[in-house]
């Protein structure tokens, strides 16, 4: 739902959106949900900001900042804190909640049998959290790392000295940082050698996590992979270069080319990497359960592997963001919610749902983040480009909103600089910066 962007001549990673607790009258934003979901969704749920997922229930997230959930209550899961205030980010484990809140404060609520749900005494400063199966972890805005939870396999032993991380990511028993100077830490268990991070990465500008295997994506738009290698999809392809997305399966591995085609290579018992014939256009690409999701420019959604997940609704479209899993989620630019896939409980998102920003799904639930939208500001930033002394990026704009790029070059900077205003005109707006004089830079999205 958050993103952060971190700039080093050559390219910037990731992007952090944020987006205001205030929202104009009028406004709208829907989402899409697929597959055979169960029918108790609240029916009237009201403007939805995002969604994420997890092992059986759903959450919701309004204008407000209030969240809502339902599906599988086995673990308590659906227990809202009656005092949880307004939220304006969540994270969905197996049977477990995560929920930032504006003053970056952390709740949590759900299974806690490995105190998965028990936040760390003095956390604050929070900028983006994440849940794993049974543990939870957050980033904080000084570019630390805390996490907590499962630990028999180190999940929660950060490496000493982690420091100006801009981007995390969690497997199936191990997590990967990204720092700013592009070189990536890893924890957790090591028994496909899936944390043995190769000595040669240092210009890493964005990270994924499968279950027992890493890929990194470089500033030079390669790939590189470790860890568990049984069904080659640590085997990077040779000569694949242009690479401008990453994602990590269980055991297999995609790349997105700034061509817009894609790449896949690893264990095809599934089909997982037989990517349709003439697949173009495609702006993200998604992993998950069985299933692989590629997100078209035209707002098209094309899958493949196998299983229910792959039976994308007839005539979808106008799809701004997707979520892969055994059930798949799309959301919609008029924030609505489609699903399709496996039928587990607190799947069905209902009709009345509206405003969802963002989408997300771990293991077969969904969460529900509601806001002002424009839709597409919940995901990260179009065709991001780099070339000596100037990094750039494209994002869609709204008629009657301004947005604002904002800028640091060190984590530790007291204050953001920021670039002129631009207004929104309905086009697509592509943005550069020449005046980086240092390694790096750090870029905030606003929007309102």
Not at 159 to 175: C, E, K, M, Q
Not at 335 to 344: E, Q, S
């Amino acid at each position: 739902m958050t993103r952060l962007l971190e700039s080093s001549k050559l390219l910037v990673a990731i992007i952090l959106m944020i987006w205001s607790l205030e929202f104009p009258a009028g406004a709208s934003s829907p989402l899409v949900v697929w597959g055979n979901p169960p029918d108790d969704t609240p029916a009237n749920l009201g403007e939805l900001r995002a969604i994420t997922a997890a092992m059986g229930h759903c959450v919701a997230l309004d204008v407000d900042g209030a969240v809502t959930a339902w599906g599988a209550n086995w673990s308590g899961q659906l227990d809202v804190p009656p005092f949880l205030g307004p939220v304006v980010a969540v994270a969905a484990g197996d049977t477990h909640t995560v929920a930032l809140r504006p003053n970056g404060t952390v709740a949590a609520w759900g299974d806690n049998s490995y105190l998965q749900c028990q936040i760390p005494a003095g956390l604050w400063n929070v900028a983006a959290v994440a849940a794993g199966g049974l543990n939870s972890m957050a980033l904080k805005r000084d570019g630390t790392v805390v996490a907590w939870g499962y630990e028999d396999y180190g999940q929660t032993r950060l490496p000493p000295d982690l420091r100006n991380v801009v981007a995390i990511s969690v497997g199936g028993t191990h997590a990967l940082a990204l720092k700013a100077d592009g070189t990536v830490a890893a924890w957790g268990a090591n028994d496909q050698r899936q944390t043995e991070v190769p000595a040669h990465l240092t210009n890493a500008v964005a990270i994924a996590a499968g279950l027992q295997h890493s890929l990194a994506l470089t500033a030079q738009g390669t790939v590189v992979a470790w860890g568990d290698n049984s069904g080659n999809q640590t085997n990077v392809p040779a000569g694949l270069r242009e690479v401008v997305g990453i994602d990590a399966g269980d055991y297999f591995s995609l790349a997105l080319k700034a061509d817009g085609t894609v790449v896949a290579w690893g264990d095809n018992s599934y089909g997982l990497t037989d990517v349709p014939e003439g697949l173009t256009g495609v702006v993200r690409i998604e992993t998950g359960g069985y299933t692989a999701l590629a997100l078209k420019a035209d707002g098209t959604v094309v899958a493949w592997g196998a299983g229910t997940a792959t039976n994308v609704p007839p005539g979808l479209s106008n799809v701004v963001d997707v979520v892969a899993a055994s059930t798949c989620v799309a959301l919609k630019r008029d924030g609505t919610i489609v699903t399709w896939g496996a039928a587990l409980p607190g799947q069905v998102i209902a009709a009345a749902l509206r405003k969802v920003v963002a989408a997300d799904y771990s293991g077969g639930a969904i969460v529900a983040l509601l806001g002002d939208g424009p839709l597409e500001v919940s995901r990260p930033v179009a065709d991001p480009f780099w070339r000596p002394a100037e990094f750039g990026f494209s994002f869609p704009t709204e008629r009657g909103k301004v947005y604002l790029v904002e800028f640091k070059d060190a984590l530790t900077d007291q204050t953001w600089g920021a670039f002129p205003l631009v207004r929104g005109n309905g086009q697509v707006h592509t943005w550069s910066d020449t005046s980086a004089l240092g390694t790096s830079r750090f870029y905030w999205v606003r929007c309102w």
